[in-house]
């Protein structure tokens, strides 16, 4: 509890006051969004600080044409694959008041899949091949079942004259002739 | 006077749907007494309207119990009417009520079919509906909203009742989708969690899938055959070799939709952030069948190519054994059940594949009752060790809640133990595949999963009640409740009695030829399974768990990991450049940003015409009337 | 004025319709355009404030330069064919002069300027008197007119106007100038839809006016005049927002309402004789059309001006309408009319 409450008091620039106001400012809608493509160190600068970050945190976009503008390049990072008991401003989105937004945000909502998964037990590629093999496996008994089929040809028991038809609950009434040969039922599916 | 039976039965079916139609409109009003603290509809406050003070009672408007005495009159109906078509061989009544557009080539009427499918699904539905809302009664008393709840759940009954006896195919459609809604609106029941609310996007979602298949098969059959009607469809003569294979591959991707076969299944396990009663109604006796039942109406359509045959089992085989498969690594309760349903609907289907459809149907009734106990026992349990679903910290179960474990005990062992009514028809299923020569694979999977189904049942079984109770938290509820208590007794007595009462008395199953050695699998089977488990539970240990086996069936086949991920990445590969150069460039300039300042300095310049002079106005009104001409003249001549 | 005189000339109003409805011939026409013109101004300035003299003005003004170019095109019809009557093929000069005519008198675009003036600066009862009734008589010659040949002439004015409707009314917070452009706007559906079917557009016509009279009826109920007034209807007769939205909304063509049928019957005939592109642009001016009718309509039923608490109490009691008066019975059955006839109007359709 006491390492908890440590770890509080070390994550002090959620806290400073600097990084609040201009949080505040930026999330009220104050400023145009995204200003133009900061070249100079005093311009990424200001432009940090009006995103609310830190200057070596902040790294816009390449300028090469799409017109992100000064907007932060942030990490691509699923809201499930946040903390869960971590102290947010808002638990069920996982999300602090006046946290920059990455461009896709909607990507990265709780009610979208998670496509960013990361920490995986299984490296991703492991899994592809995984799921693969069992399908590939499976098409392939598949096709060979569908080519080499397996059948046991077996016959129901059947007696001389006329095969037990009153034994069998026949309308005694109506007995068929005595057939000339034995029969096979027919299967629908030979 | 001689009464036609067809008469008794179509009137008494009539008379159960207008009915439930009705009861959904009705309140029933019951008087507690304030004095009786401990009862808990009290605290709910669901409709208090009045309170007399005098005798210290509150007048409360709940549907449950209106709902409940509802469903036990119709059950007693449909019995009776299921009986009546016991003693009568009657094939099938067809019924029009009316037409709804008879001007249009494609004549769209009210047309029911009530045949044996429908009349024993009838029977079986609303046995297993009473039960459900007896116990959602007890489940949901803390609910405040309660009375929509059950509310719900009757119109839900309805429109898998719709969906199951109607022959025309709007009817159909509108079943199935009513279904899929209401499974939505049931699924986010709690719709303040993010979970439940994006499982129940997922869910709808994915019904939206199958319904393109529906659809397809829809707009195909009135293209080809000229009707709406399920009979006329089936029965038609027409050459339809080039439209049928999209004819049936609508009708696979609807069942597959619908009913969670390998692909579309996902769905399925993430519907347990709903309640538990809606776990047991529609995910695992009722909606979830309406793929197969889909596919059991129009089994007639399959019989041509064999190789969709083919691919029917093999779809099926592999949802049987992906789920059965899955479902033994879970640790949740409610998970391995779900599996258990997702792994039944795929020997249902493979039944399809073989061409018995009858013999799905069978199982689609025997699986209502014991699959429903299972999800409400499931229930009972985690409602009684305060909301804990890990099977791990479950364990001596048997003398706390013992008509609860005896149920669960009863529900696992269906599907394995001879004169249960799971075995009845899962024995006829795999005998029927072991004697069809379509393919080797279908036999092969479906005994697989069969092997399995002993062992994830046992799993259950062994965690719950053999060892010595775990659980930490003290008993919030006993079972001592009759709503409880009744609706698993009654289930109880369905998993008995039903295998038994429809082979004997109401289905006339086919009779195969089979080895002596394919004869004993059934039994054979879950034997050599439960002895695995026996085997892994002493052998485990910590390696086994991280090995890449053990994950591959804990996660599902990465299924969701690695398609999920592909279609994500695609549909964002593709979508970038347009929601990049469209959404947030040319169509946001053209469009909402364009149209506005573009209308307003036209509104501007129309405006400053209006000046008020009536020398300039019929001035300005001859010269554009003489530039109107002189450019007409222009460009006319 | 005299109860006899002012009915006296309500009379002549309606007579001079009736003349210029039966008759074939051009002089008649003019002569019953003229009567009702000349009955119709003591009415019109009956209030005489300047203002109300002022559009009274304007209206005589308009009317009498568009009757005499009427009677100018009459007569060169006479003198070419030699005979006054309305189904002889006409020239081009005398079909330029009777649509243009005929144009100003129903306000079609590029003469329409008079038309909001004038209907801004009378009451709303008088105004609904020009906006319906006195349309009848130059509509009917205009689709008789329309039969005798396919007119670029009318078709191209109708096009404008129905922009020049949607265009004028965005700007607008006065509910009579807003009406008044709807109504330009509704002119060109009507006269193009008259290119291609007599009975659509008389069909059209007929439904048209029953909205336009319900709404101008449930204004001069209220009483309210500019789009920040609107508001006050909740208060002032609660029963009349729904009224209000829903024949906003019918007049817009919502579907359930009966003013569907007026866009649909239109734009059925438009797109069975290849009128497609064209009738897209119609559909465009509706469309903001559509929007003022909206901006009607949330102001009357879905916001809440901030305003002081007693002037919004002190509406409550101001108007109480008798049920029994001929005002309230004919703006009820109206309204019924303009909002639920649809199953009346689909059998109009059929005989179409």
Redo the contacts between chains.
């Keep these: 509890m006491a390492l908890a409450r440590c770890a509080r008091c070390l994550r002090f620039d959620r806290f400073s006051p600097v990084v609040r106001v201009s949080s505040a400012r930026y999330a009220s809608g104050d400023v145009s969004l995204p200003g133009p493509y900061p070249e100079t160190p005093e311009e990424r600068a200001a432009a940090a600080k009006k995103y609310g970050m830190r200057v070596e945190d902040y790294e816009p976009y390449a300028d090469d044409g799409w017109g992100w503008g000064d907007y932060p390049k942030l990490k691509k990072q699923h809201a499930d694959d946040r903390d869960p008991h971590g102290d947010w401003d808002f638990p069920e989105d996982r999300r602090n008041w006046g946290e920059v937004m990455h461009i896709e945000q909607d990507l990265f909502v709780r009610q979208r899949p998670n496509a960013y998964k990361q920490n995986r037990k299984i490296p991703l590629w492991k899994q592809s091949m995984i799921l693969g093999g069992i399908l590939t496996t499976l098409a392939t008994l598949g096709i060979l079942g569908n080519k080499y089929k397996y059948f046991v040809p077996v016959g129901p028991k059947q007696y001389p004259f006329n095969n037990l038809y009153v034994e069998k609950g026949g309308d005694p009434d109506a007995v068929p002739d005595t057939p000339k040969n034995y029969t096979f039922p027919t299967s629908s599916y030979i | 006077m001689v009464i036609s039976p067809s008469l008794i039965i179509s009137s008494l079916n009539l008379g159960i749907l207008t009915i439930l139609l009705g009861s959904i409109f009705f309140f029933s009003k019951s008087y507690f007494s304030k004095g009786n603290v401990n009862f808990p509809l009290i605290k709910t406050t669901s409709a208090c309207l009045s309170v007399n003070n005098d005798k210290e009672e509150t007048i409360e408007y709940n549907s449950g119990p209106f709902a409940m005495a509802i469903l036990k009159v119709l059950a007693f109906l449909s019995v009776l009417s299921l009986l009546v078509t016991c003693n009568n061989s009657i094939q099938s009544i067809n019924i029009t009520l009316s037409l709804w557009l008879s001007n249009t080539p494609l004549n769209i009427s009210l047309n029911f079919i009530y045949d044996q499918y429908f009349l024993v699904f009838l029977s079986v539905a609303l046995i297993v509906t009473w039960s459900i809302m007896e116990f959602s009664f007890y489940y949901m008393t803390e609910d405040p909203n309660s009375s929509a709840f059950f509310r719900l759940l009757t119109i839900f009954l309805l429109n898998m009742l719709i969906l199951t006896c109607s022959n025309s195919l709007f009817l159909i459609f509108l079943g199935w989708e009513g279904g899929g809604f209401l499974s939505f609106l049931l699924i986010s029941w709690w719709t303040t969690r993010n979970d439940a609310s994006s499982s129940a996007l997922e869910a709808v979602i994915t019904n939206r899938i199958g319904n393109i298949g529906l659809i397809t098969f829809m707009a195909l059959s009135a293209l080809n055959f000229n009707s709406s009607n399920l009979t006329n469809i089936l029965s038609s003569n027409e050459n339809l070799t080039p439209l049928l294979p999209f004819l049936l591959f609508g009708l696979i991707l609807a069942a597959a939709g619908k009913s969670a076969q390998f692909g579309l299944h996902p769905w399925l396990p993430a519907l347990l952030e709903g309640p538990t009663p809606v776990s047991a109604l529609l995910h695992s006796s009722t909606m979830v069948v309406a793929g197969v039942f889909l596919l059991v109406r129009t089994s007639e359509l399959f019989s041509s190519p064999l190789i969709t045959h083919s691919l029917v089992l093999i779809l099926g085989g592999t949802t049987a054994l992906f789920a059965a498969s899955t479902a033994i690594a879970q640790h949740d309760i409610k998970k391995i059940i779900a599996y258990s349903t997702t792994s039944q609907l795929g020997l249902m289907v493979t039944a399809i594949g073989i061409g018995q459809p009858a013999l799905a149907f069978f199982h689609i009734c025997t699986h209502a009752f014991f699959k429903a106990m299972l999800f409400l026992c499931s229930g009972s349990v985690i409602h009684s060790l305060s909301d804990e679903q890990d099977l791990r910290k479950m364990g001596g179960l048997s003398k706390l809640l013992p008509v609860t474990s005896s149920c669960l005990i009863l529900g696992s062992l269906a599907l394995m133990a001879p004169l249960l009514a799971g075995f009845y028809s899962k024995d006829l299923i795999l005998e029927a595949t072991s004697a069809s020569v379509l393919n080797l694979l279908g036999i092969v999977l479906s005994i697989v999963a069969t092997m399995l189904t002993a062992v994830y049942s046992f799993r259950i079984i062994f965690f719950c009640f053999s060892l010595s109770p775990s659980c930490s938290s003290p008993f919030s509820h006993s079972e001592e409740n009759f709503n409880l208590n009744n609706a698993l007794l009654r289930l109880a007595t369905g998993t008995i009695a039903s295998g038994w009462f429809f082979s004997n008395l109401l289905f006339a199953p086919p009779s195969f030829n089979v080895t002596s050695l394919a004869k004993g699998t059934p039994l054979i089977v879950p034997i050599i399974g439960v002895a695995a488990l026996f085997m892994s539970l002493i052998s485990s240990t910590s390696n086994s768990i991280g090995s890449n086996a053990h994950s591959a069936t804990t996660s599902q086949w990465f299924f969701v990991d690695a398609v999920h991920l592909s279609i994500i990445t695609m549909s964002l590969a593709l979508s970038f450049f347009s929601s990049r150069t469209l959404d947030r460039g040319w169509q946001e300039n053209i469009g909402p940003q364009g149209i506005a300042p573009t209308s307003t300095a036209l509104s501007k310049i129309s405006q400053a015409g209006q000046i008020g002079l009536i020398k300039r106005y019929i001035l300005s009104s001859m010269a554009s009337v003489l530039v109107i001409l002189a450019l007409s003249l222009l460009i006319l001549s | 004025m005299r109860q006899i005189v002012s009915t006296f000339l309500f009379v002549t109003v309606v007579s001079g319709t009736i003349i210029v409805v039966s008759s074939e011939n051009w002089f008649i026409i003019w002569v019953g355009l003229e009567l009702s013109t000349l009955a119709l101004v003591p009415i019109l300035c009956s209030g005489f404030s300047p203002r109300n003299v002022e559009a009274d ?2 209206y005589f ?2 009317q009498a ?1 568009s009757a005499a170019l009427l009677l100018n095109g009459a007569l060169g019809q006479a003198w070419l064919t030699g005979s006054w009557s309305i189904l002889d093929p006409v020239n081009e000069v005398t079909s ?1 002069c009777l649509s ?1 005519a005929l144009a ?1 008198k129903i306000g079609l675009a ?2 329409h ?2 038309f ?2 004038v209907l801004q600066g009378l009451p709303f009862f008088q105004g609904l008197i020009i906006a319906t009734w006195q349309k009848i008589a130059p509509l009917i010659l205009m689709f008789y007119f329309s039969q005798l040949g396919f007119s ?2 009318l078709i ?2 109708s096009l404008i106007s129905v922009l ?1 409707g ?3 009314g ?2 607008q917070t006065q509910v009579r100038k807003i009406l008044a452009f709807s109504s330009i706007g509704n002119m060109g559906w009507l006269v193009i839809t008259s290119a291609y079917s007599f009975n659509a557009a008389i069909i059209m016509l007929v439904i048209y006016l029953i909205i336009n009279t319900s709404l101008f009826l449930l204004f001069d109920h209220l009483k309210v005049s500019t789009l920040g007034h609107l508001n006050t209807i909740s208060q002032l007769s609660p029963i009349s927002v729904a009224l209000v939205l829903l024949v906003m909304l019918s007049l817009g063509g919502l579907p359930p309402l009966t003013g569907f049928i007026l866009k649909f019957t239109s734009l059925y005939f438009l797109v069975a004789n290849n009128f497609i592109i064209l009738s897209s642009i119609m559909i465009i001016g509706n469309l ?1 059309d559509y929007f003022f009718y909206l901006r009607i309509s949330f102001n009357t039923s879905l916001f809440l001006f901030p305003q002081h608490i007693i002037s919004s109490a002190s509406w409550r009691n101001s108007t109480i309408i008798s049920p029994l008066a001929p005002k309230a019975w004919l703006s009820s059955v109206s309204t019924v009319l303009s909002t639920l006839a649809i199953p009346l109007t689909l059998p109009l359709y059929i005989i179409t």
């Design positions: 003005n304007k003004l308009v330069s330029i243009i100003f590029p003469v300027f008079w909001p003036d670029y002439l191209t004015p020049i949607g265009w004028g965005l700007n903001q």
